[in-house]
């Protein structure tokens, strides 16, 4: 061996190695996971689909030994001939092997005798691995791997059937199941669908019935941000949902009519009314805030048809996990396999493999159902996106869940949340050098509450003045709008001040609240369609600086811009000036626009209505936080931020931040998120304008100032733009 190739064996053995232990540190996770347990746990079998602890342990050694060791390693010597008709699962062409139903029967060997058998086949595998193993050993090992790691999965399934058979209802461990927050409502976040691909894009191992990718096309559609909850699922046994064939699936109503299912498995109501469920921590009662387990698809169908929803089909659900929007989904993989619609098939072009290999997925392509995502009892680093479980629909056992999903209509098209979400703002925000949060996002139904209690502080001047100006302008507004036109409102929030208008305008025809936050759009919309039953209210819930289009029911007619409060006073200058020219083309030429500007004044004034003394206005600045831990997942300490208003002379502007009172670290989207003492989240600025400078920055947008009114002290303006 010449000098030169010294390298190149020492990278050959540094591979050599690292496979070795990758396999070892696979087959030692098995082995944790047995050791728990006493020789009669491993030998029971509790059902037909479940297998004994120490079968799976003797299986997977098997599956190396057959499919590697046998016919790769020169001089292998088998272990126990015998084992290949005990421990072998289906693979018919390997040879006959005992039933399924029947493994419990088999006592022998024990499980001490099935340890020296892993060991026996882990020596000889390190060998083949340390030998300059070939591509098809690598190919084979990889499959080995990805094999054993679903029968740890397995193993805690058939282990947990097993133990809550027993009287004794042992726990497997010692661990409590963690403490719960209360679940958030749910929310269902849009994707667009069109022609998309689904499918195993390589580089890395899947497995064969993840190919080949290929395009699927998806009409729009709506996916829940997480799992159904043990709560949800009590409102559905407490509404009947185990009793109304309405729901369910003919071959489901059959199913829990035969088996008796009311509830979960696992799930029993004890004498005093409260449910319980067993787990591999023991019986527990049952958490309302925790995704629900160990239900079958007819289950999840029946749930699913209660909710007035669906189950998602495994591409929407793919598409959804790989698309920018779908960062906003939450336990995708880490709670529970979640059902589809999807009957599990084989994917255009599929073509199972040769020999016994091919037999490993392909022929179980009938009669079950597709899962997507993982549980939290999925080995770590197991799944993927494109990633295909699947059982039988009526099979209850595994760590199953449920995400619903809807179907997208034409106004939910109109309404569909933007592409750049909370999450992406909110971490591109809160990584900055200086960190900051769009003040948008304080308003959620419980933002908006909070700020119209503002509006009410003796503190808060604009909203009164605003508010007595209005009044007395609105018939000047009025009679600049044309018969059968259209107001939209910018930012609507609860559509206080614009009842104002509305009862001087009986020559509307449409009104079209636009706001970020749904749940405070339909509040609004509700009350408004109620009180003024001849109008037309066509909400969009949208980012108001990034909206395109009006809904249908505006476009073609006169329209009135009006954006009230003084928000525009939230942008910078500059980005005043493009929001002034993007309504410009949203409302249209010949549009009007009004818009209300607070006038620069004293800070004695301006600071005590940004920092008032019952502390509204900091729970308002806060709930920027609340928004992140309750939809986003994160873990800020609310108690640790104080809220701080201070006037800014230079920029002329109000501005709002959140202090950290310490050192500390937040987590979001598994990001850390460090502050220290002091270091601030600039939440929020209010820019105060001379009414001269409005005039130029309208102008520069592409409006004229058709009129203008201002109150006496404390002075505030509102603006009539002409388009």
């Known amino acids: 061996m010449s000098p030169d190739d010294t390298p190149s064996r020492e990278a050959s053995e540094a591979r050599a190695i690292a496979l070795a232990d990758r396999y070892l540190a696979v087959r030692r996770r098995t082995e944790s996971l047995a050791r728990p347990l006493s020789p009669e746990d491993q030998g029971a079998q509790s059902m037909p689909d479940a297998s004994p602890v120490k079968w799976h342990r003797a299986h997977t050694a098997w599956f190396f030994e057959t499919f590697l060791l046998t016919p790769f390693l020169p001089g292998y010597r088998v272990f126990d001939p015998a084992f290949a008709y005990l421990f072998n699962s289906y693979y018919e062409a390997v040879g006959p092997r005992q039933p399924r139903p029947l493994r419990g029967l088999i006592t022998r ?32 090992l990889d499959l080995g791997l990805a094999h054993e790691e679903q029968h740890q999965e397995l193993i805690l399934m058939d282990l947990l059937h097993l133990f809550a058979q027993s009287p004794l209802e042992p726990a497997y461990r010692e661990t409590s199941p963690p403490d719960r927050s209360a679940a958030t409502g749910l929310r269902y976040l849009a994707f667009e669908g069109g022609l998309i691909e ?17 395009k699927v096309y998806l009409e729009p559609y709506r996916l829940a941000d997480r799992l159904v909850t043990n709560g949800e699922w009590l409102a559905f046994i407490e509404d009947g949902g185990y009793r109304r064939p309405d729901l369910w699936l003919s071959d489901g109503w ?5 088996q ?3 509830a979960p498995l696992y799930w029993r109501r004890e004498e005093n009314g409260a449910w319980t469920v067993m787990t591999l921590s023991g019986r527990r009662p049952v958490d309302p805030h925790a995704p629900v387990g160990h239900v079958s698809y ?30 906003g989904l939450r336990q995708t993989s880490d709670e529970a396999w979640q059902w589809t619609a999807s009957p599990y098939g084989a994917y255009p072009g599929f073509k199972p493999g040769a020999g016994a290999l091919g037999e490993y997925n392909g022929k179980f392509m009938v009669n079950q159902m597709v899962l997507r995502g993982g549980a939290a009892e999925t080995p770590p680093g197991h799944t993927r996106p494109s990633y295909r479980n699947f059982f039988h629909p009526a099979q209850r056992w595994a760590f199953t869940g449920v995400r619903l999903a809807d179907d997208m209509s034409a106004l939910d098209r109109e309404t569909a949340t933007p592409a750049a979400t909370f999450l992406e703002d ?18 959620d139904a419980e933002g908006s509450r909070l700020f119209e209690a503002i509006c009410d502080l003796p503190e808060y001047y604009p909203t009164r003045t605003e508010t007595a100006l209005l009044r007395r302008i609105a018939p000047e507004i009025a009679a600049r709008v044309m018969e059968g036109a259209a107001l939209v409102e910018f930012g609507s929030g609860a559509s206080t001040k614009t009842r104002i208008l509305l009862d001087a305008m009986p020559q509307l025809a449409v009104y079209v609240p636009i706001d970020i936050s749904r749940s405070a759009l339909d509040e609004a919309s509700e009350a408004l369609r109620r009180d003024y039953p001849g109008l037309v209210v ?59 500007v ?17 502390g509204v206005t900091a729970a308002f600045n806060r709930n920027v936080l609340v928004r992140i831990n309750s939809e986003l997942g994160g873990d800020f300490d609310l108690d640790a931020f104080d809220h701080r208003a201070v006037w800014n002379a230079e920029e002329s502007r109000m501005e709002m931040h959140l202090v950290s009172r310490v050192d500390q670290t937040a987590h979001l989207a598994g990001r850390e998120i460090r502050f220290n003492a002091g270091e601030t989240i600039h939440t929020e600025n209010s820019y105060k304008y001379a009414p001269e400078m409005f005039v130029e920055l309208a102008r520069r947008a592409g409006w004229k100032v058709a009129a203008r009114w201002v109150s006496d002290s404390p002075s505030f303006g509102v603006f009539a733009l002409a388009g």
């Open 109 to 140: 060997p024990s499980a001490e005798e099935v340890g020296a058998y892993r060991t026996h086949v882990d020596a000889a595998m390190v060998r083949l691995l340390t030998t300059s193993p070939t591509a098809e050993v690598i190919e084979r």
């Open 260 to 262: 008796g299912w009311d």
């Open 254 to 258: 059959a199913a829990i009519n035969e």
């Open 298 to 327: 007819y289950e999840a169908a029946a749930f699913a048809a209660w909710s007035g929803r669906r189950l998602p089909t495994e591409a929407e659900w793919e598409a959804a996990v790989r698309a920018p929007e779908g960062q």
């Open 426 to 443: 909110a971490l591109a925000g809160l990584t900055a050098d200086r960190k900051t949060l769009p003040a948008k996002y304080f308003y």
């Open 538 to 596: 066509a909400p969009l819930v949208d980012d108001f600086t990034r909206a395109v289009r009006l809904p249908a029911a505006a476009r073609g007619r006169p329209v009135t811009g009006f954006f009230p409060g003084s928000t525009i006073g939230n942008f910078a200058p500059a980005e005043a000036e493009d929001f002034l020219r993007g309504a410009h083309g949203l409302l249209g030429d010949g549009a009007m626009f009004v818009v209300g």
């Open 198 to 214: 689904i499918g195993d894009d390589g580089p890395g191992f899947a497995f064969d019935n993840e190919r080949p990718r290929h």
């Open 598 to 614: 607070d006038i620069a004044k004293s800070p004695d004034v301006l600071v005590p209505a940004y920092d008032d003394a019952q």
